[in-house]
């Protein structure tokens, strides 16, 4: 049976969404290693008020339905799973930068048992995302009966406050799960609408929302004035938009199939990516710094530390691993490697 062109705007939405989060994270380690140029920095400048809001939306999206379960098939199916992901790939992640190689943008990682205390309650890790899902499903569930017009609100004005600055956290963990609510809670409401929209008039919704994102962009880089917060607010909207109409474009042609495979992997992904990212840059940094090395590397590590994530999984699986990347106590497999984690 066909998957409909629906189905793969979603795939293919989840796909965009995490090269983005890998385009970063490879960023992050090349510039530890002095190899990103200033194209690049600019690049990251450009992507990273979109750099998580899509996923967030994403998730809500797909989260909607599971907030009508119980309170124990929501725990059992949706939350359960993302804390047993967060633990496993905790261990993973400790074993492997405390004992195999440092983590040269989380040194304390795999340097203190304290951390699988920690991993609860403020999470310092890449992983800290399965732990912000976990919290707002929970939230979600428990403002179902208020008003959409007040959960936005509130959400909103969370995220204003702290993109703007005007509450400060030490680390990420508590920063990020206020200030990304909002694009949940948008993607538990009206994510399916957003999606139709950018998909029923996918050229205009990417031209629109591109023109905006990238004017907010370039007013902000001049350094005109927009409040912060309101600015990455905008930004982050607009970068939803455009996202999911070039998802819907893309999925028209012949690249639906491979991109939408990677959607439909996300977790893999998510949860892997950094340590092949870590190992390829420390390569990548012994090799003479060359122009080639300098703008390929970035390119080429994205692609190899996504490819071998991929590769990880399958191995994994075909070696009776598959517990790795799928919760074990469920009678199916984790909902669907899908999206952000979801």
Do not use: C
Request: net charge positive; charged share 10%.
């Amino acid at each position: 049976m066909q998957v409909k062109s629906r189905d793969y705007q979603l795939d293919i939405w989840r796909a965009i969404a995490i090269i983005a989060v890998v385009f970063y994270h490879s960023f992050l380690f090349l510039e530890y290693y002095s190899l990103v140029p200033e194209t690049y920095v600019l690049l990251n400048k450009a992507l990273f008020p979109v750099l998580l809001p899509p996923f967030f939306a994403l998730s809500g999206m797909l989260h909607a339905k599971s907030l009508q379960l119980s309170w124990r098939d929501l725990f059992r199916q949706r939350i359960a799973p993302l804390l047993y992901l967060m633990a496993i790939w905790t261990v993973i992640r400790w074993v492997y930068f405390g004992y195999v190689q440092d983590n040269v943008r989380t040194p304390e990682e795999g340097k203190d048992l304290m951390q699988f205390v920690w991993m609860w309650v403020k999470p310092n890790t890449g992983l800290w995302f399965l732990w912000v899902l976990a919290i707002y499903l929970v939230v979600a569930k428990l403002v179902l009966s208020v008003p959409k017009v007040i959960v936005l609100t509130v959400a909103a004005a969370l995220t204003l406050i702290v993109f703007g600055s005007w509450l400060v956290f030490d680390g990420i963990a508590y920063r990020n799960l206020l200030q990304y609510f909002t694009f949940y809670m948008a993607g538990v409401y009206y994510g399916r609408a957003m999606a139709q929209a950018a998909s029923s008039k996918s050229v205009t919704v990417f031209l629109i929302a591109f023109a905006a994102y990238s004017v907010l962009f370039i007013t902000r880089h001049l350094g005109l004035h927009l409040e912060a917060g309101l600015w990455r607010l905008l930004m982050a909207f607009t970068g939803i938009m455009w996202m999911a109409a070039l998802a819907s474009l893309i999925a028209k042609t012949f690249l639906k199939e491979p991109v939408g495979f990677l959607g439909r992997n996300t977790i893999s992904v998510y949860v892997t990516h950094v340590i092949p990212i870590a190992i390829f840059s420390l390569l990548f940094a012994a090799l003479p710094k060359t122009a080639l090395i300098v703008y390929l590397g970035l390119p080429a590590l994205i692609v190899l530390s996504t490819l071998s994530s991929l590769a990880i999984q399958k191995v994994a699986e075909v070696a009776g691993a598959g517990f790795l990347y799928h919760y074990p106590f469920s009678q199916k497999k984790m909902p669907g490697n899908k999206p952000a984690a979801a």
